[in-house]
């Protein structure tokens, strides 16, 4: 039962970025072929391609928060030293958790909004609704990471004294230009 969750924790959003890059890439890559060789044009092309990267984006906030690579400020670090970081790191993570809570409720609230609508879009005549889904369910899982962040804040703390190390994720190897 748990080798399959440690799969999904360990390549759930790998996956589906890779998936919807394919999808852009190859979507893009017959629409320009179709315009330029065979002179036509496909209605849904650029709808399609420009819905898979709205998604893209937000399952990547998600696999940058998972691999501690989402935007933050080092330079405030620079001034801190040993477990000072990781309170700071504690922190930067609770506050990001909080915008993502409340990205994933008024978000979720608009998808339902337009869902109960039953408006689509224009070429491919999906609901709008689920391109407006793609906000909640980003901001969910980059949750999700980040209380697995938050969790790993707290055991680094509980071991520096022992240790004595910085986790990686804290700006240990911050570059001073």
């Not at 399959?4 to 919807?20: A, S």
Request: a positive charge.
């Amino acid at each position: 039962m748990l080798k399959p969750l440690k799969w999904l924790d360990e390549n759930l959003e790998k996956y589906i970025i890779f998936l919807l890059s394919t999808v852009m890439v190859v979507v893009i890559f017959i629409q320009v072929f179709m315009r330029y060789v065979m002179s036509n044009s496909l209605s849904w092309s650029e709808e399609l391609a420009r819905y898979c990267f709205i998604w893209l984006i937000y399952i990547g906030i998600s696999y940058a928060v998972k691999h501690h690579r989402h935007i933050k400020v080092d330079a405030a670090l620079l001034l801190f030293k040993d477990k000072t970081k990781i309170y700071f790191a504690l922190i930067s993570n609770i506050l990001f958790l909080i915008f993502c809570v409340y990205v994933v409720i008024y978000g979720y609230g608009i998808a339902s909004q337009l869902l109960s609508f039953g408006q689509t879009t224009p070429a491919l005549q999906i609901p709008t609704g689920i391109v407006y889904l793609a906000p909640p369910v980003g901001m969910g899982l980059a949750g999700i990471r980040l209380i697995q962040n938050i969790i790993g804040n707290f055991i680094s703390i509980k071991n520096f004294d022992k240790t004595q190390e910085l986790p990686e994720d804290v700006g240990q190897n911050i570059n001073v230009i």
